[in-house]
Every structure is written in C-alpha cells, then in structure tokens.
C-alpha cells in the first residue's frame, strides 16, 4: 500500500488512550508501506474544561512516528491555517477522531477546507457521537463535523446506529482492537513488587480514568454487600482502583468511609503511564468495569491483550467484547456485581477463564488499516 495518511487527533505529548490508539495507528499503517502522520493538538481542551491534573505525558517523545503538534481547538485562524496546510498536502486519506462534540467547529472547519482539494478522502473514527455527559450545543456541533466526512468506522454498534440515524454515508463497525503497545505480560510477584502490593492476594482490577458513568460507586456497594456477607473472611482479595479523578473525588472517598470497605481497597488513584500500565495489568487477577453506560471501551481488549479475566456490566458494546468463555457479564447493580464477583472466583470458573483466555483469537490493530476496512469493506471511491 503507497498511500499517504493523516490521522487528526490526539497523540504526544498528550496523553490517555486515544493517544495511545492513535500512535499504534500509525505505526500500523507505517507496517502497511503507508507514508503516516499525525496531527495533534497544540491546545486540546481549555483548562477550564479539563477534568484532570495534567492533559500532558511525561513519557519520552516517540521516535519512531511524525506527530505535528498544531490544532488549537478554540482558535478559529488557526482552524484555517491547519486547513489550508492540510489541503496542500493532498493526503489519500484522513483518519479523524470524533469522540466529543467540543471538537465539532475546530474538525469540521479543518476538513471542509480539506476537501477544497478534490483528492482527500476523509474517514471518521467515531468513539462516541451522543456523548456521555450531555451539554448545550452537542447535536448542533456534532452535525456540523459530519458534513465533510466521506466514511465512519466505529467500534461500537450503539455508536454505529447512532451514526445511521443521523447519516446515510457508509459506515462500518469493526471490533475494538488489541493494544499491544504497552509491553509484555510480567510474572504477578514481579508486578506486585514494583507496585508495592502483596502478591498473596487475589486482585480484581478497576482501571482508567475515574468518571460517572463507569460505576466506581457501584463496585463499592458491591463490595459493601459482600463485606456484610462475610466473603472475605474466606478470600484473600482486594480491589485495585487505578486512575485519576474525573469526577468529584471527595463523592467517593466519602462513600468508601461510609461503607467502611477502606480495609479491602487499594487507591492508586493518580495518572498509569504508559511504562507503567503492564505492571497493573499483570498484577490483576480479573478486570472489573462496572459501567453504567458504555459505547465501548479500550480497557476490554487491554485485558484481552494480557489474558486476564473479564467482569462486564450489560451496557453499550461491552458485553459484545465478553463472551461467557473469557469473562462474565452482569446488570449494573451493586447486587449482581457483588454475585458476578464471587463467581469468577470459584476454582472451575477461574480455571476456565484462564484457559479460554489464553487460546483467544487476537485481534491484530492492523486490520483498522485502510487496506481491511476501507477499500474492502467500505466503498469511498465515488
């Protein structure tokens, strides 16, 4: 494939796992004989809008990938600036990001100058059409960026049907790829050790970034219901709570007192960068995502990647990711949480899981290239 592609979306020194996508990505298309790049964002989100600590890695650069630091997501003469640069460039195609209704004015003005070329196709990668914290203006914003684009790929079939729903332009879904960018699987002793954690005890895993609709609150009153029950006075276990604060952190430290689980958590309740993400992935003995709402979610084939078990709630494309054989899906409620806990620890169970997982069929991240999915499977070239 001699094509030349552009991603438009986020990528170092930004961080989190679009990034991450974002730059394996390349590198894929790189293995493609592709000539990539990707244009990031010189200022992704005001200060005022942004959740977190940080929006910026502090993991070295990657070498290997050209990665243009240059849209300003509120300037409007830098929308044109970037759009007319792009336009020269007279890509094949442009992959887009489309995960919140924010970006819908920057993207969209860009890609409309793009298209001023007669050349570029434009393929919109969409995680998420109806975002999950609604706010004013998102139908409108989210309407304004489709204009211009050519193609959706999605990873979800909510977001799939959303996006039929609002749009006639071909649109396909594929399965959440595997990230296999964060290193190896390691031995659990060696993982506990360079976390600091007893490697006596069996560990279930909530990872990634701390919001709403990801039901931290429910694992607690799950784990809450089983305390009462005296669980763990025969089960060696703790909780694993990994990620930074996007929501009210004051709200669940709060409720850890109030259910008094404090003695059955561990808190690491800060960024996981991405050297360190392998360490938290092979220290777990199951992954939990207790969602109340979901499209889908790169902490599934995370998991997947390193052949953990897998504990999904019946939301969004979740339970698509999660057959029987590799992990359990249940209601999100704190009651059948708590059951599907004590489940995946039973011996057959555990047994079962850890064999299927490992004779999983892997998804390659290749295949979101546009050899696989857009030239065969989606027809652009009208």
Known sequence: MNKKIIIIGPAYPLRGGLSSFNERMARAFQNENANSEIYSFSLQYPSFLFPGKTQYSNEPAPKDIKIRVKINSINPLNWLKVGRELKNKKADIIFVRYWLPFMGPCLGTILRIVKRNHKT????????????????????????????????????????????????????????????????KTSKEEAAHFLKIDPTYSIVLFFGFIRKYKGLDLLFQAISILKKEKYFDNHSIKFLIAGEFYDNQDYYFNLIQELKIEDLLILRTEFISDSEVRYYMSVADCVIQPY???????????????????????????????????????????????????????????????????????????????????????????
């Not at 989210?142 to 684009?149: L, N, Q, R």
């Not at 209601?331 to 047994?351: G, H, L």
């Open 121 to 184: 196709k434009i393929i919109c990668i969409a995680d998420n059409l109806i975002p999950h914290e609604k706010r004013i203006g998102d139908n409108l914003f989210t309407h304004y960026f489709i204009k211009p684009i050519d193609a959706f790929v999605t990873m979800s079939a909510k977001v799939l049907k959303d996006i039929q729903q609002i749009s006639s332009k071909p649109s396909i879904q594929l399965a959440h790829p595997l990230y296999d960018n964060f290193g190896d």
């Open 292 to 382: 109340k709402n979901a499209t889908q979610s790169g902490v599934t084939p995370l998991a997947y990647h390193f052949e953990i078990p897998i504990i999904v709630t019946n939301v969004g494309g979740l339970p698509a990711l999660v057959p029987e054989q590799v992990g359990l899906v249940c209601e999100p409620t704190s009651d059948d949480i708590a059951s599907k806990n004590k489940n995946i620890f039973q011996q057959q169970s555990w047994t079962i899981f850890r064999g299927h997982s490992r004779r999983k069929e892997k998804i390659q991240l290749a295949k979101i290239c546009p050899s696989y999915c857009i030239f065969e499977r989606i027809n652009i070239n009208d």
